[in-house]
């Protein structure tokens, strides 16, 4: 169990390649932090510098008060999980889980008793004894989880581990993990490009971007008051819809409009970093669950209502997905109730905007206007 | 000696009374019971000194093993009834036969060894290939793993126990930094894609159970060889990628020969060619003259195909800022990166620079 600080991290390659750039994080004991972006955004990087597996160009990095730069891979008590299970192959599921604590001569009887609680933990005593081509993907998955645990390090690390798994184990699997780390009781640092998995088990998020942080917070805020325009793409699935428009400010009324289209905010927005903005252009951002095309709520909220064209409606059970045109240019994704929503393709359907569940960027930084 | 601990090892779940194994001095190299082992029996010398081959004493039959003309070994197992003489008998043959088998893997090492490094006639290896009983006929690919040479020991039992028993795959060790490993590469001869896979799960796999192991290390892949003869020209490949990819790749942990791109031709130029086209495109040193936040800068612009919104977008940077600092590397050298001409100028000017700096660093590299 561990605390750890990143300070001022820096990873630059000769040349001028910067793959991180002033990474500062603290991470509680027993956090579960999860660092999320695009593919090349310096996650997996970040994570290797803390594993030792990377040198640290700049800054400092603590597991505890321990200062870890130069401190050697296997002596900074990590453990790390890939993608790739790793597995010895002619080795049966006990050696392999031994096989690390073996190469660091640890007694037999230790390694025997550290075996066993990691298989009793992960559920796979019946499986000790077999080879890893014996087992399904889901199972060698949990020997590699095992083979971290028996380590009984500080922190443990994990690198896009459930990538290799077919949609429906990842999602199993994802739940694993989290009961994992509250019957550990450890730090969990991993590394994913999937938001699935970072909102799911998280207790706290880092998405990034070009080697820098974009924003630390947990899930839900996240969501709720994403800091620009990346974060709230990234975030949310599907992603939340993006529409260039103009504020306009009428006495303490603040409207947006777009395609024709004008919206009335609430009385929330009527602050002085939208009013100065009146005949701007901005980015309005709506995640595809505010808008309804739910008849009640259409007709009680007239001043954010709009027309639009159906152009596919995807069922997916528990929800339903609308694609929309609004005035036969500006596409737009909205979730709508499938009890209650009667829309069909071709059909001209009324929606409205619940602006409660709105956001505003500036059109240059891409930057939320209000917090 | 891990062949005699490993039979010693076996015949524990065979026999019911303890067995062992000693050296001629009576020190006890490998027994079923593991507290005697390091110990020493003093029966030994009397055991040696006897011209019997199975001597006994009222717990113990001990029984001398010769390899070759010389004993090298004494066995000994609880009891004397006559049928001890017979496990012992069983158990001696058993070592024999594990000794001379570790004796033709090291053979068949060197031999490999041999190949790879071109020490072997071309006609000679299909005939010897076939005494090692290594099929001669598959394609093969290699890969070089490169460590730390603290780490090259750890490494290579890493990768020993990773490939142990397969018989698609051998791994050797070069020298205490670079273990390689040879690839049985028959599954992936027919299209693109099957090799691109075959070398993506290889690589990966094995660079992850090295970082899992907490190993730092690199690795270089060859090409696909038809044949076992050939396996020196993908080790030599796999080198020219480790070498290509430190220099021009340095946050890339898997170098493949079939990709070094532009890295290919600049590694090949003679060092005063390179040092001319240095000398005429950035004169005076002018490349010097850029600071830390300028190169940045410009690799971030090359990054975003030279669009300078996205640029100043990616860096946190005002657009005026970007357009300032373009200025400034037009003005120190003469080049202005908005025009196409100029910037692949200015980024084959900067891998050149990369390479001659490497040449003049390689002495000192003890990675990779």
């Not at chain 2, 039992?157 to 028993?165: C, G, K, S, V």
């Not at chain 2, 205490?176 to 099957?194: F, Q, Y």
């Not at chain 2, 990966?204 to 090295?210: A, G, K, P, R």
Request: hydrophobic content about 40%; proline content about 3%; some cysteine.
């Amino acid at each position: 169990m561990a605390s750890l600080s990143f300070q001022h991290v820096y990873k630059k390659y000769d040349g001028g390649v910067v793959a991180v750039s002033d990474f500062n994080l603290e991470v509680a004991d027993k956090e579960f932090v999860i660092l999320v972006g695009p593919s090349g955004c310096g996650k997996s990087t970040t994570l290797r510098m803390l594993a030792g597996l990377e040198d640290i160009s700049e800054g400092e990095i603590y597991i505890e008060d321990r200062l870890i730069n130069d401190v050697l891979p296997k002596d900074r008590d990590i453990a790390m999980v890939f993608q790739n299970y790793a597995l010895y192959p002619h080795m049966t599921v006990r050696d392999n889980m031994a096989f690390a604590l073996k190469l660091r001569k640890m007694p037999k009887d230790e390694i025997n008793r550290r075996v066993m609680e990691a298989a009793k933990i992960l559920e796979i005593e019946h499986l000790l004894e077999r080879k890893p081509k014996a087992l399904s993907g889901g199972q060698r998955q949990r020997v590699a989880l095992g083979r971290a645990i028996v380590r009984d390090p500080k922190v443990f690390l994990m690198d896009e581990p459930l990538s290799n798994l077919d949609a429906k184990l990842r999602v199993q699997m994802r739940v694993e993990i989290t009961k994992l780390h509250h019957r550990l009781k450890t730090t969990f640092i991993y590394v994913t490009h999937d938001q699935t998995e970072a909102m799911t088990m998280g207790t706290r998020i880092v998405v990034m971007k070009d080697g820098f942080i974009q924003q630390v917070d947990s899930p839900t805020e996240l969501y709720d008051n994403p800091i620009n325009t990346f974060v709230a793409g990234f975030i949310g699935m599907p992603p939340m819809n993006f529409i260039n428009a103009t504020i306009n400010v009428d006495g303490s009324d603040v409207y947006v409009t777009f395609e024709n289209v004008t919206v009335k905010l609430p009385e929330r927005y009527a602050v002085e970093e939208v009013m100065e903005r009146d005949g701007q252009e901005v980015i309005f951002g709506v995640r595809p669950e505010a808008i309804t095309d739910e008849a009640t709520f259409v007709t009680d909220h007239p001043e954010t209502a709009f027309a639009a064209d159906v152009d596919v409606v995807e069922m997916l059970g528990a929800e339903t997905y609308l694609y929309v045109t609004v005035n036969g240019s500006l596409p737009l994704t909205c979730r709508v109730d499938p009890t209650t929503s009667q829309s069909s393709v071709g059909q001209v359907v009324d929606l409205a905007i619940d602006t409660n569940r709105i956001h505003i960027f500036d059109k240059d930084t891409e930057q939320s206007i209000i917090s | 000696m891990e062949e005699i601990k490993k039979c010693i090892r076996q015949a524990k779940t065979i026999l019911k009374q303890d067995v062992g194994v000693m050296d001629t001095s009576g020190q006890i190299i490998a027994a079923t019971n593991a507290e005697l082992e390091g110990t020493t029996d003093s029966t030994a010398r009397a055991v040696m000194m006897s011209d019997d081959l199975f001597s006994g004493t009222a717990e113990k039959t001990y029984m001398k093993v010769a390899v070759g003309e010389q004993i090298r070994y004494i066995l000994f197992i609880e009891g004397d009834e006559p049928q001890e003489r017979a496990y012992l008998g069983l158990l001696a043959e058993w070592i024999k036969t594990a000794i001379k088998d570790r004796g033709t893997d090291a053979e068949k090492e060197l031999f490999t060894k041999n190949v790879l490094l071109e020490n072997e006639l071309q006609g000679e290896i299909p005939i010897k290939a076939r005494e090692f009983k290594i099929n001669c006929n598959a394609a093969r690919l290699v890969m070089v793993v490169r460590t730390a040479r603290e780490e090259g020991a750890e490494a290579l039992e890493i990768l020993l126990n990773f490939y142990a028993d397969s018989e698609a795959a051998c791994v050797l060790a070069m020298d205490e930094a670079t273990a390689i490993v040879v690839l049985d590469a028959e599954e992936a001869k027919g299209s693109e894609e099957e090799r691109n896979a075959f070398i993506e799960q290889n690589s990966s796999s094995i660079l992850d159970c090295l970082n899992n192991e907490a190993v730092t290390a690199y690795i270089g892949v060859g090409s696909f060889v038809p044949l076992f003869q050939y396996i020196s020209k993908s080790y030599r490949d796999a080198m020219l990628a480790l070498r290509v990819g430190k220099i021009f790749e340095k946050n890339c942990y898997i170098s493949r020969y079939d990709k070094l791109g532009l890295g290919r031709l600049i590694y090949q130029l003679p060092a005063t060619l390179c040092q001319m086209f240095i000398d005429e495109v950035f004169p005076n040193e002018a490349y010097k003259t850029l600071d830390e936040d300028t190169i940045v800068t410009i690799e971030s612009f090359f990054a975003n195909n030279l669009n300078g919104s996205e640029t100043s977008r990616e860096l946190y940077v005002h657009r005026n800022t970007l357009v300032y600092r373009l200025d400034k590397v037009k003005k120190n050298t003469g080049l202005d990166l908005r025009s196409f001409d100029d910037a692949v100028l200015f980024k084959m000017a900067s891998m050149v620079r990369t390479y001659l700096e490497y040449l003049e660093t390689s002495k000192d590299n003890m990675i990779r």
